[in-house]
Structure formats: C-alpha cells, structure tokens
C-alpha cells in the first residue's frame, strides 16, 4: 500500500517537475528579452531626467513621455503574457483594469509620434519662430492632451462594456487568458475599436507624412540648413517606421485566433512566440536604440549610464 502511494507521489512530483519545465521553456525566449529591453528603455528614462538639457527641451521631453508609453505597455504586455503561458485565469474586473491601461498606453505611442513629428517640422520650417512656438509649456500642455484625448478613449470603452449583461454570466471567472481584446465582449466595443484605431493612425500617419513633404520642400530653399534638414527627414521616415510597427500590434490577437482555428498548438505558441518578440516588443524599444544611437547628445550618457557607470575607454571620461 504504501509503495503505491509513493509511486502515485513520484508520478505527480515528475508531471509537475514536467509542467514547470515546459513553462519555462515557454517563457524564457520571450521573458529574457523583455527584460534587456525593459532594462534598455529604463537606463534610457533614467538617463533623460539625469540632465537638465534633457529636462529643458521639447524634444526630449516628448522622447520621455514616449519611452514611458512604451515601457508601461512592455510591462503589461508581458505581464499578461505570463499570466496566460502560467494559464492563470482572471476576472472580469481585473483583466478590464489590465487591458483598459493597456490600450491607454498603447495610444499613447502614435500621438506622440505625430507630436514629435510637428515639432522637428516647426525646427525646420520655421527655425526662427521655434523657440518661441515650441515651448516647455506648450510641450507640457501638448502632452496633457494626449494623455487625455487616450483617456477619453478608455473611459468610452469602459461605458460601452456596461451595456454587457453580466448579471446573466454563471460567474465573473474568465474561461481564456487575459488581453484587450476578451475585453470586446459586444459588437458595439469592437466596431468602436475598430474605428478608433482606423480614425487614429491614419490622423498620425497623415500628420508624419506633410510633416516629412513639408521637411523636404524647405530643405529645397537655399536659407534652409541642409544637413539638419537631412536629419529630420531621416527622422521623419524612422517615425513612419515606428508608427507602422504600432500599426501591426493592433492585429496581433486577431491573427493569434485565426490560426489557431487552424494550426495545432505547438505551432500555435511558436508564431506567437515570434509575433510577441517582432511587432509587441521590439517596436517599444525601438525608439531607445534610434535616440540613443543617433543622438549625439544622448549616446554618451546613456552608454555611461548601460555600462553602470564604468569609465569606458571610448568615453574617455564621465559625462558631464
């Protein structure tokens, strides 16, 4: 009697010695990476409120508040994530506070985008008028909109969701994982999402695209700064690229759940593996290694602050 207890122990003990390796062999290739990127958009963070020439311009300061965005849906992005691969069920309640700061802060990212896409415009359109038109204030006030223009969006959405009957659910247990999407739980949610975001990137795309025709036309004038032109019009097209990666997020749940109509689930965990590193959490780094990499003002001093603050032979010296 008691060898069949001990083995029926040793069998239970070896599938949960099982399930907890196959968790982490799940989890690992996209957990590892997140947290070097959250680690990268931090020291980024970090690194732009360490000096007051980043605190005292515009366009760092709109650089802030999109690494922020883009760190705070990182984290929930992977949050939720874990959550499913550890097959944790929420409630209702909770995966709707999750996916409501989860769309807030995705919407963060293309607005400011189509900010900070205005304001290298005004740089070099209008560079005498810059300091004047482009101010601390004016950022701050920019800034406050968008915040509030996304928050406008959620608060509908969370409107829409009450006309759900949710007294007629046997319980507010949810049956599937957590993402903004199991939050659409009528036609009226989803046919609203879907227009806001077809009504938001395609106002962000048209704002990037004159700003970039307008970029080009003045860099035909001959009182026009050449190379600054040609810097911003770089900057312009890597905006693009930014906000047509933000574009591919939106379709990340809605192709997960085509093919997994049709594909077994080994191969199912596989495309999402790479869909959640390629277009969820690449893109929300992507704007720490374009600064930090082609900002001359940047790079030494988020390189000092990556290093842990080793003197690096490159640097020659702490920055200042």
Not at 7 to 17: F, P
Not at 43 to 57: A, I, N, W
Not at 293 to 311: A, E, G, S, V
Request: proline share 4%.
């Amino acid at each position: 009697m008691s060898f069949a207890i001990r083995s029926q122990t040793n069998i239970t003990v070896g599938l949960q010695y099982r399930g907890v390796l196959e968790l982490v062999l799940v989890s690992a290739p996209i957990t590892v990476p997140c947290c070097v990127f959250l680690f990268i958009n931090g020291t980024m963070l970090f690194t732009l409120r360490s000096k007051s020439v980043f605190r005292e311009t515009s366009r760092y300061i709109l650089l802030y508040n999109l690494l922020f965005a883009d760190t705070v849906q990182m984290a929930l992005a992977q949050l939720m994530y874990l959550l499913s691969a550890c097959r944790v069920w929420l409630t209702y309640p909770v995966c709707g506070v999750l996916a409501m700061f989860t769309v807030l802060t995705n919407d963060i990212s293309p607005l400011t985008l189509g900010l900070m896409s205005l304001e290298r415009y005004v740089a070099v359109c209008y560079p005498l008028r810059h300091a004047t038109i482009i101010t601390i204030r004016n950022t701050g006030v920019a800034i406050i909109v968008v915040w509030a223009f996304s928050s406008l969006n959620v608060l509908i959405q969370v409107i829409l969701l009450l006309d759900f009957p949710f007294e007629e659910l046997e319980s507010l247990q949810m049956k599937d994982f957590c993402a903004d999407i199991a939050m659409f739980l009528g036609p009226m949610s989803d046919h609203y999402d879907k227009a806001y975001t077809c009504f938001l990137f395609l106002t962000t795309g048209v704002t990037i695209t004159c700003s970039f025709i307008g970029v080009m036309i003045a860099a035909r004038s001959a009182s026009t700064d050449k190379a600054s032109a040609h810097k911003t019009r770089n900057t312009l097209l890597l905006h693009l690229v930014q906000l047509g990666l933000s574009l591919l997020s939106t379709i990340n749940d809605p192709l997960i759940i085509a093919i997994s109509k049709i594909l077994d689930r080994v191969s199912i965990l596989r495309i999402q593996t790479m869909l959640y590193v390629c277009i969820i959490l690449l893109p929300r780094c992507l704007s720490a290694l374009i600064y930090g990499i082609r900002d001359q003002t940047i790079r030494p001093i988020l390189m000092y602050h990556l290093c842990c603050r080793l003197k690096l032979p490159r640097l020659g010296s702490q920055p200042r």
